[in-house]
């Protein structure tokens, strides 16, 4: 097996059990990734690893051929039975390799990003690369009905090669149930996101402004690294000037910690395929306040597990942080179990990776 991906840290942290589960059953797989010193710790599942030249938002033509050349030729080296990749240039490239190679292909579209969000020529170009890229395709995973519907409307895959799974799921034994923290004297609200526009931290910003003009028992904790620099100094302004402690990139362990002593996540995301943070606060027991977008709601059960509020709306999430802040602890307590157990029911990981392993399998 060959799989294909744009960086270290999604495969690590969501898609290692799917590589234990494929060197278990028998089979050798390689990695191709980004060139990374952390690239190492696949070697402890028994995975090998090529590394690859990748930029994940690399635009020069020359450069990104010159990509696609020297990813075909490792395809040609490995000679695997099925190529497996994930997000966009990895399913673009590698759809391309198969067909050229004659390999089996199972891709996974992981979210659709900023490109498919308005009409235009990037969308129209992107549109016609992944009708290239996965015209023969054994199977294509999507993340949500949304984006698969769009796909099938858009003539890039068909109802007999899709399939839609629970994101990458949740690891529950990973991401445990943390008791609820008893009452504060303030509410305690967590975003966990890359600091960029279209992860909703404009809406953040200013639903903060709002909140914080009236009320003095809120606190905002923000964790994730910058992938946009102009948000740094915004970032430090308003930690400046409200209850906003900034954490930066973080390990996931340190995340975990955080979410425990966390009441409520805040993610008001404008687009997503499944959104990872919101299935881990909610395995540990936290409600969420997120985005009424594909990706979002669908981890979500309004006003049972937390609430949804129109993306891009900021009054609407101050409105949605002022709601959680009036309820009685107990009441979030609730919350936060009723997410756990949505999470046990519809986002184990097991399944997603079965899911997997069965698409691969019938590729093969």
């Given at each position: 097996m060959l799989v294909f991906?744009?960086?270290y840290t999604s495969v690590f942290h969501f898609r290692r059990e799917l590589l234990r589960r494929l060197v278990s059953d028998g089979h050798a797989v390689e990695l191709v990734l980004p060139v990374d010193d952390r690239n190492q710790a696949f070697a402890e599942i028994g995975c090998s690893v090529t590394?690859?030249?990748?930029?994940?938002?690399?635009?020069?033509?020359?450069?990104?051929?010159?990509?696609?050349?020297?990813?075909?030729?490792?395809?040609?080296?490995?000679?695997?039975?099925?190529?497996?990749?994930?997000?966009?240039?990895?399913?673009?490239?590698?759809?391309?390799?198969?067909?050229?190679c004659r390999v089996p292909l199972v891709s996974a579209v992981t979210g659709l990003g900023a490109t498919f969000q308005q009409p235009g020529f990037l969308r129209t170009g992107m549109t016609l690369l992944y009708r290239l890229a996965l015209r023969g395709a054994s199977r294509v995973m999507f993340e949500n009905s949304s984006n698969r519907q769009l796909f099938l409307d858009r003539h890039v895959v068909a109802e007999g090669n899709s399939t839609v799974v629970s994101g990458a799921g949740v690891n529950l034994a990973e991401n445990p149930l943390v008791p609820y923290p008893e009452k504060?004297?303030?509410?305690?609200?967590?975003?966990?996101?890359r600091v960029r526009r279209d992860k909703g931290y404009d809406q953040l910003f200013e639903a903060i402004k709002q909140v914080c003009a009236h009320r003095d028992d809120v606190e905002f904790h923000i964790v994730g690294w910058y992938e946009d620099e102009s948000y740094r100094q915004r970032l430090l302004e308003v930690a400046a000037d409200y209850p906003v402690i900034v954490h930066g990139g973080v390990s996931q362990e340190q995340v975990r910690g955080l979410l425990a002593q966390a009441d409520c996540l805040i993610h008001p995301s404008h687009h997503e395929g499944m959104a990872n943070v919101i299935l881990e606060a909610?395995?540990?027991?936290?409600?969420?306040?997120?985005?009424?977008?594909?990706?979002?709601?669908?981890?979500?059960?309004?006003?049972?597990?937390?609430?949804?509020?129109?993306?891009?709306?900021?009054?609407?999430?101050?409105?949605?942080?002022?709601?959680?802040?009036?309820?009685?602890?107990?009441?979030?307590?609730?919350?936060?179990?009723?997410?756990?157990?949505?999470?046990?029911?519809?986002?184990g990981r097991d399944a997603v990776v079965d899911s997997y392993v069965a698409a691969i399998m019938e590729a093969a």
């Open positions: 991906a744009n960086d590394q690859l030249p990748l930029s994940r938002f690399g635009t020069n033509p020359i450069e990104e051929l010159g990509t696609l050349v020297r990813f075909m030729k490792i395809v040609r080296s490995a000679r695997p039975d099925v190529l497996v990749t994930f997000t966009a240039k990895p399913n673009i490239y590698g759809g391309i390799a198969s067909q050229i504060q004297d303030v509410t305690r609200f967590i975003a966990v996101a909610s395995a540990a027991g936290r409600p969420c306040l997120v985005s009424d977008i594909p990706g979002c709601r669908e981890a979500v059960d309004s006003e049972v597990s937390g609430f949804l509020f129109p993306a891009k709306d900021a009054p609407a999430l101050a409105e949605c942080v002022e709601r959680f802040t009036g309820l009685p602890t107990e009441q979030r307590r609730q919350m936060g179990l009723a997410a756990r157990q949505k999470m046990e029911l519809e986002f």
